[in-house]
């Protein structure tokens, strides 16, 4: 019903790890009002935030709880608070309207319901399903909105792709999917946002041929009803950092990328295992959605964290497709098995969210991963989700589900994981020391690695400047030091690769480039 407080939806990622801030796991989107958020995050902007929002902010949690505790009136008055120190927040007027339904006052509680409209409201699934909110959605004005579900949300997408573009500058592109009903604003060059569209329909397809039970769309079927509209905001490395101080305070350096449900609202650092993490996030939540089931916090972040680190093959056909394959995160799994530090599946799946966040996330990132790679490489993931949604009531846990797809008991199933972890090999990542590098001083660039420095003449007679962006390395891509350490690591001082580089919006071009020893 109501939207519960930000931790409900907002999600970060770090750049040591993800860490997500989700919804109550386990929860059932329906009667009890237990659908996302608000804790009246700014929507995505480099503007600072103002002391108005810090106060509503710390005011809605207040809100929660009476709601919760169902003292109404003293909820209204909270509410009623938040919208007067940001009466933009159309989540605090959909938050009114819950109240006022809940209090019998109909007609301010569709009052409240079309200011919220009107702000920017547009994912309905709540109100639909939730059997307490019948009578507003009974008045006339409100079921005029839900008839008109699909005209309202395209009518307000143009609204905000405007407004976030004031923030960012008039540099930024605006485009639109319509199948994906995804809205971009990017700050890089054409042919980058470009690589973005054609990683989300790998990223979309994977999603429904290895996660989705067969047969299912990662879009909603209903033409009447589409998924509301994502926006997806690409910004430079720069703006980025902006951004992140701006909204996260003193966790900024760490963080990598965000998806903010209720928003619908995606931010990343990168265009690689930043905005793929997200992504997943969006057709995750997505699904939830429609399900009205929100699944818990390990599942969230260990099947989301999979299309991180990739391998795209090409089949018979010539189509391409995405396998999952181990990173840095497999590197923490393997230190916790030398230690016997890894959990016990029984407690692990009983985390809740906040335990899940605050003790020792990394490992807890690095656990659900494993887990969900090694259900990936047995070939029952989507087995598992299907019988994992089938089940949910009777166990939100996933462990029934486990047993569904291995055909075995969870205990038997978590002995051949921990077998199968020590198979594993380290992966070469960014902390290593190299035994070989680019002639070239790099740092990260979002769609890519912009070069500093030119260290040797022959990049220099090659044509590499300062600012040059390199795309990719021996026919790889390099958005991060990551994904360049994985390429470089099997080379020799003295190999010559080619890389493909860009210069400003121009189109990339290819050169070849002798490595050295550090």
């Not at 009578?135 to 792709?161: F, K, Y």
Request: glycine share 6%; charged share 25%.
């Amino acid at each position: 019903m109501i939207r519960t407080p930000q931790r409900a939806a907002y999600r970060v990622m770090l750049l040591a790890g993800v860490i997500a801030i989700p919804l109550a796991s386990g929860s059932r989107l329906g009667p009890v009002a237990a659908h996302a958020q608000s804790d009246a995050r700014p929507p995505i902007s480099v503007r600072s935030e103002s002391d108005a929002r810090r106060e509503a902010r710390a005011i809605n949690e207040r809100f929660v709880a009476a709601f919760f505790a169902r003292d109404y009136a003293k909820a209204e008055g909270l509410v009623r608070r938040i919208i007067e120190l940001t009466p933009d927040e159309y989540i605090a007027w959909y938050n009114l309207a819950c109240v006022l339904t809940m209090r019998g006052r109909l007609d301010d509680a569709e009052e409240a319901f079309q200011q919220a409209v009107v702000r920017g409201f547009v994912d309905f699934h709540p109100l639909v399903r939730d059997p307490a909110m019948r009578p507003l959605r009974e008045r006339d004005g409100v079921a005029r909105v839900l008839d008109a579900w699909r005209e309202v949300q395209d009518a307000t997408i143009d609204a905000r792709l405007e407004r976030v573009q004031k923030g960012f500058g008039k540099t930024y592109v605006a485009q639109r999917d319509e199948p994906r009903r995804l809205a971009f604003l990017s700050g890089y060059p054409a042919s980058s946002l470009r690589g973005v569209r054609e990683e989300i329909d790998r990223l979309t397809a994977w999603w429904e041929q290895s996660v989705l039970p067969e047969g299912e769309s990662a879009m909603s079927a209903d033409p009447r009803r589409p998924d509301p509209w994502v926006l997806v905001v690409l910004p430079t490395v720069r703006d980025f950092n902006r951004w992140a101080a701006q909204t996260m305070g003193a966790k900024a350096g760490s963080v990598g990328g965000a998806y903010d449900h209720d928003r619908k609202e995606l931010i990343t650092q990168n265009l690689g295992s930043s905005l793929r993490h997200e992504y997943l996030h969006v057709l995750h939540w997505r699904d939830m959605a429609r399900r009205g089931r929100v699944q818990p916090t390990w599942i969230q972040e260990g099947l989301c964290s999979l299309g991180e680190d990739i391998r795209i093959e090409t089949d018979a056909d010539g189509r391409e497709r995405l396998v999952p394959i181990s990173s840095w995160r497999t590197n923490q799994v393997l230190g916790m098995a030398r230690v016997g530090n890894l959990p016990a599946w029984e407690k692990f799946f009983a985390k809740d969210a906040d335990r899940f966040v605050s003790s020792n996330p990394l490992a807890n990132y690095a656990v659900a991963r494993s887990i969900f790679l090694f259900m990936h490489e047995r070939g029952v993931l989507r087995a598992w989700y299907s019988a994992y949604v089938a089940g949910f009531d009777a166990d939100p846990t996933g462990k029934a589900a486990i047993e569904s797809a291995f055909g075995m008991s969870a205990a038997e199933v978590e002995k051949q994981w921990r077998a199968w972890i020590r198979t594993l090999e380290r992966v070469p990542d960014q902390n290593d020391a190299a035994k070989v590098e680019l002639p070239l001083s790099i740092r990260p660039a979002g769609d890519g690695l912009e070069v500093s420095e030119v260290t040797t003449g022959e990049a220099n007679l090659a044509g590499v400047r300062i600012r040059d962006v390199v795309l990719s390395v021996a026919g790889r891509r390099v958005h991060d030091l990551n994904d360049l350490a994985r390429v470089l690591a099997p080379m020799a001082a003295g190999d010559r690769v080619e890389v493909v580089i860009r210069r400003g919006g121009n189109e990339p071009r290819t050169l070849t480039l002798t490595l050295r020893a550090p």
